[in-house]
């Protein structure tokens, strides 16, 4: 069953590259000098907590690694990052990956092909905040070709009357099309099938009901499912499973995405 999660926890080198200042006329400088000394964190934390309260400005993180293992010809690699506050430049063995502004948005970029034996990890961090840093859990994931990304669960409109339903993208490629199942309370609640693409294909399944009997009432008492679990299949492997919790109020959230 995938993902696969490698969580990169613990200590991280640590080395502040620029101080930032602000002028009493607003003005905004990045200087290098008188600088706190290169140190060791452990991660995921705000750099306030690891060993740099007070600053603001750009720090360096790096972290070596090995490889996961041998992968399967369907098996894809996905560096991911739940949080950096709040511009991020990603580099894995010199290589560039790009960039992320957004502190409250988690990333990710596939890295397959540039993994070695021995793996060398930096992450430029920039916050105007003394709260910034890598405060949202690393990770390296060992997906199949295609996965789920986005996927939330919130009730319908009033078309649906009010039942709730799971949205969100199929991304990848695949040779056939893929079931997409939601499952709560071990029954199936929704199920179709998906052909994955590389930009995402969007789907939506309206959920049947959500309630089920409470053990301590018997049948008297219905509860309400809190979440559901959807799980993309391929020829009977899941090929990747995420649980999502059922927001009440989800709807106008995703009427204002255009889903």
């Known amino acids: 069953m995938y993902p696969h999660r490698i969580r990169l926890r613990g200590p991280w080198n640590c080395e502040p590259l620029a101080r930032r200042l602000e002028h009493p006329d607003g003005r905004i400088e990045m200087i290098d ?3 706190p000394s290169a ?22 993180y790096r972290r070596s690694f ?5 992968l399967d010809d369907c098996e894809r690699v996905w560096l991911t990052f739940a949080g950096a506050d709040s511009r991020a430049s990603i580099w894995l063995n010199d290589r560039f990956l790009g960039e992320h502004d957004g502190a409250a948005d988690p990333f990710e970029f596939e890295v397959t092909l540039l993994l070695r034996d021995r793996n060398e990890l930096i992450a430029e961090v920039e916050s105007r905040e003394t709260t ?33 339903r799971v949205v969100g993208l199929v991304v990848g490629d695949s040779d056939r099309s893929l079931d997409l199942y939601a499952i709560g309370n071990r029954t199936v609640l929704a199920y179709a099938t998906v052909k994955p693409s590389t930009a995402g294909t969007h789907f939506r399944l309206e959920l049947g009901p959500t ?6 009432h018997g049948h008297q008492r219905p509860v309400a499912v809190p979440s559901v679990r959807v799980e993309l299949i391929s020829g009977g492997t899941v090929w990747y499973g995420v649980e999502v919790p059922i927001s009440v109020g989800g709807h106008e959230r995703e009427k204002q995405s255009g889903s």
């Not at 090995?66 to 041998?70: A, D």
């Not at 990770?139 to 919130?154: H, K, N, Y």
């Open 132 to 164: 910034g840093g890598l405060y949202g859990e690393v990770a390296l994931e060992v997906r199949a070709r295609a996965f789920l990304r986005s996927v939330r669960a919130c009730r319908g409109g009033e078309e649906s009357g009010g039942r709730p």
């Open 39 to 60: 140190l060791r964190m452990t991660l995921p934390c705000r750099w306030s907590k690891g060993g740099l309260a007070h600053f603001a400005g750009r720090v360096r």
């Open 33 to 35: 000098q008188g600088l």
């Open 211 to 216: 309630e089920v009997a409470d053990p301590g």
């Open 66 to 70: 090995g490889i996961p293992r041998q």
